[in-house]
Every structure is written in structure tokens, then in C-alpha cells.
């Protein structure tokens, strides 16, 4: 791939998300220091791979948590009461939505739709599925990944 033009208009944005994804796979993130080296390896400035990274939101730029909460947002859950199940993860994991918790365990996502209206409110930690969530359960739940060894100090 050649490099871009003064202005990035002949970037390869796709070989750059190729780039991107593997790295991600690698790492389950994207490192600053792996941008830099995909930058310099593929003769593109920097902010333009940082623009491509940003741009995607399958791509993260923070290490994320051990676990995964993913909370749905679609209409069906927002109706059966996403909205005090997302509240009372907020507040039982000392956390806010796009965030990884202090002792890196867990990072909260909000998500437009699961596909399982039929059984919303829903939530996932790490593709896990709870259906049919009350708020009195969240606890319960978060407790069961509580238990594994804190991340970090």
C-alpha cells in the first residue's frame, strides 16, 4: 500500500481497518504504541489511522474490563425497564456507561438493540444473556463476577 497524500484523500481506509482489526484481536484494544508502528509501517499520518480508529466503533482505544455489560437501549427494553436496570448496574458496579471500573472489572456498554425483544429488559456480561431482568437481580449477578480476582489494585 502506498502511503497518503499530503491531505490523506488516498488513504486505504480499508487495508487501515484491516490493520486495525487485527490489532484489536490481538490485543482487545488498540494500543497507542501499535498506531504509531501501523503509521509509520504503511507511510500514513498518524491522526489519520487515530481518525479511522475513532471513526469505527468496533474499535477501542481503553483497555477493556475483564467483563463486558452490555445493557439494551432498544425500544422493547426501554419499555420493560432498561432504564432502572441500567441504573442499578451504575450504582452497584460504581460505574458509567462507556467506562471500565476503577478495579478493572467491568465496563458498561449500552447497546440500540440485543435482538431479543421477546425477553427484554436485557443484558449480557461477556455475550452471557439475563432476560426478563429485574433491578433486585442486578446485584445478585454482578456478585457472581465479583467473586473472580480483582484486575487491578
Given at each position: 500500500?502506498?502511503?497518503?497524500?499530503?491531505?490523506?484523500?488516498?488513504?486505504?481506509?480499508?487495508?487501515?481497518?484491516?490493520?486495525?482489526?487485527?490489532?484489536?484481536?490481538?490485543?482487545?484494544?488498540?494500543?497507542?504504541?501499535?498506531?504509531?508502528?501501523?503509521?509509520?509501517?504503511?507511510?500514513?499520518?498518524?491522526?489519520?489511522?487515530?481518525?479511522?480508529?475513532?471513526?469505527?466503533?468496533?474499535?477501542?482505544?481503553?483497555?477493556?474490563?475483564?467483563?463486558?455489560?452490555?445493557?439494551?437501549?432498544?425500544?422493547?427494553?426501554?419499555?420493560?425497564?432498561?432504564?432502572?436496570?441500567?441504573?442499578?448496574?451504575?450504582?452497584?458496579?460504581?460505574?458509567?456507561?462507556?467506562?471500565?471500573?476503577?478495579?478493572?472489572?467491568?465496563t458498561l456498554e449500552i447497546v440500540r438493540c440485543l435482538?431479543?425483544?421477546?425477553?427484554?429488559?436485557?443484558?449480557?456480561?461477556?455475550?452471557?444473556?439475563?432476560?426478563?431482568?429485574?433491578?433486585?437481580?442486578?446485584?445478585?449477578?454482578?456478585?457472581?463476577?465479583?467473586?473472580?480476582?480483582?484486575?487491578?489494585?
Open positions: 500500500m502506498e502511503g497518503c497524500s499530503q491531505n490523506g484523500s488516498s488513504c486505504n481506509k480499508a487495508n487501515v481497518v484491516v490493520e486495525l482489526q487485527k490489532i484489536q484481536e490481538k490485543h482487545g484494544y488498540l494500543p497507542r504504541a501499535e498506531l504509531v508502528k501501523v503509521s509509520r509501517r504503511l507511510k500514513i499520518p498518524a491522526v489519520h489511522i487515530y481518525g479511522v480508529a475513532t471513526f469505527y466503533s468496533q474499535f477501542k482505544l481503553e483497555q477493556p474490563a475483564k467483563y463486558i455489560i452490555s445493557v439494551c437501549e432498544g425500544t422493547a427494553c426501554h419499555v420493560r425497564g432498561s432504564v432502572e436496570l441500567l441504573n442499578e448496574i451504575k450504582k452497584q458496579a460504581d460505574i458509567v456507561p462507556s467506562e471500565t471500573s476503577e478495579d478493572g472489572l467491568f435482538g431479543l425483544c421477546a425477553s427484554a429488559p436485557v443484558m449480557t456480561v461477556n455475550g452471557k444473556i439475563y432476560s426478563k431482568v429485574k433491578k433486585e437481580e442486578v446485584k445478585d449477578i454482578l456478585a457472581e463476577y465479583k467473586k473472580s480476582k480483582k484486575v487491578k489494585a
